[in-house]
């Protein structure tokens, strides 16, 4: 099917129409399938044609004067175009919502298809999957395309003369949108952006925001410009969390607000309410970058970071690329040193909270019953540990764990690379700071 095309047009219970065009370089990819309802279409390949059929709606052979239009009692109204782009599950929940906005009768708008990252090739036979959106939209019936990348002049042309959009709305898509993207649709490009811009411009908004410790966090609705999460504001909402809340919860969070927060302004938007000259600037000298977290950002380091910052490592870095500290189990430096994640803490105590005179690498249960294990930083304030995953293990809560050592001492250590940078600038005496006191956990 080298070089073959499949054009299409379905006719839903309610009389409008979604046109789309796929064209099949190789073979056929997870995302060119439609997953459910009846899809008649012509193949097109050098001096073949073949007659597809899947279960959906009555798929016919369209012209590009078609319109998608919908008759409500005695008012006929001209339905709108939506693309859809999004990628991880956080936005396939947005995706999802706008389809069933977009089935009432009286809705001003349809979905007339998806725009995500091609399938991943997953587990140990290498099997494509579909992203989350893809997978969806599958579901949904709705058409997907899937470009490696967003300024493919041939992905831009079937975008432009094709599918036609009339809006795009982006959430956590993962691509760089082009200008001859941007110019398509004649209502612009709107983004669902996870946090309260211009703070927060980049791939890690949840990420770096709970990093720094932010409470309130939010969410923008925004159209989209050619510089990153740069684009005027349609609008914003304000979010109260929790100071445990971690980034997965949160970003589920500021989704689902969000995307109550675009299905409000749509009417808007089409009606001539809002538009890209009516939205509010971004004050340029305001903002702050969330740029993509590096693998060793995970490490905490409690003897130069208190437990208040690791503490928000660990909530922030939750999904990726986790957090994790070295131990040594036993009394002895050659005893055993191990890597563990963690997984979930709290603060015990702020700055100051142990004198600098009691600083210690010793990490110890604490008294009351439902305590965790106590670690010590650098500032005085203790960060405690509640799950943990040792390497090659499963995850656990820290009882769990000291039972497993059978009694022996635990020490948090720094790393190899640390001790070695710390001694080539002459701080090797820091070392020296943390004796094995214990008298603050027998206070």
């Not at 999004?86 to 706008?98: C, I, M």
């Not at 089935?103 to 091609?118: D, L, R």
């Not at 538009?275 to 971004?282: D, G, L, N, V, Y």
Request: glycine content about 8%; some cysteine; hydrophobic content about 35%.
């Amino acid at each position: 099917m080298s070089s073959s095309k499949v054009v299409w047009r379905s006719v839903s219970r309610w009389g409008r129409g979604v046109v789309f065009q796929q064209k099949y370089r190789h073979r056929r990819h997870p995302c060119d399938r439609f997953a459910a309802g009846s899809i008649e279409g012509r193949v097109y390949g050098g001096s073949t044609a073949a007659t597809l059929t899947t279960n959906w709606h009555c798929f016919r052979l369209y012209s590009s004067s078609d319109d998608a239009t919908v008759v409500a009692g005695d008012e006929t109204i001209d339905k709108k175009r939506i693309v859809f782009l999004g990628t991880p599950e956080v936005a396939a929940t947005s995706f999802t919502r706008l389809v069933e906005e977009a089935k009432k009768e009286t809705s001003p708008y349809e979905v007339v298809a998806v725009i995500t990252q091609p399938p991943k090739r997953r587990g140990r036979r290498a099997k494509s999957t579909a992203s989350p959106v893809g997978a969806a939209a599958e579901e949904l019936g709705v058409p997907v395309l899937c470009p490696e990348k967003a300024k493919d002049k041939a992905f831009l042309d079937e975008l432009e003369y094709e599918i036609r959009p009339d809006l795009c709305i982006t959430a956590a898509y993962g691509q760089y949108l082009p200008k001859r993207f941007l110019a398509i649709p004649k209502y612009g490009t709107i983004n669902i952006h996870p946090s309260l811009l211009p703070r927060w411009r980049g791939a890690s908004p949840v990420q770096r925001s709970l990093q720094a410790g932010d409470n309130p966090v939010g969410v923008s609705i925004l159209y989209t410009v050619s510089r990153m999460d740069a684009g005027p504001i349609i609008s914003q909402r304000t979010v109260p969390i929790s100071d445990d809340d971690a980034a997965s919860h949160v970003l589920s969070l500021l989704f689902d607000i969000g995307t109550d927060c675009l299905l409000q302004e749509l009417p808007q938007v089409f009606e001539g309410e809002m538009s890209f000259e009516m939205a509010t600037p971004q004050d340029d000298d305001e903002a702050v970058a969330a740029g993509l977290i590096k693998s060793e950002e995970g490490e905490l380091k409690v003897w130069k970071e208190g437990a208040r910052e690791c503490h928000n490592k660990v909530r922030g870095f939750e999904m990726w690329p986790g957090t994790s500290m070295m131990f040594r189990i036993g009394d002895d430096d050659e005893d055993a040193v191990v890597k563990v994640k963690i997984i979930e803490t709290r603060v015990a105590g702020e700055e100051g909270s142990v004198s600098e005179s009691d600083l210690t690498n010793v990490v110890k249960m604490g008294k009351e019953k439902k305590s965790g294990l106590m670690v010590v930083c650098g500032d005085g304030s203790i960060l405690e540990l509640l799950r943990v995953q040792p390497v090659t293990r499963k995850a656990m809560d820290v009882k769990s764990f000291v039972n497993g050592l059978q009694g022996k001492t635990l020490r948090w250590i720094k790393t190899a690379e640390e001790e070695e940078n710390m001694n080539s600038q002459g701080d090797a005496d820091e070392v020296k700071s943390y004796n094995n006191s214990n008298e603050w956990l027998n206070a």
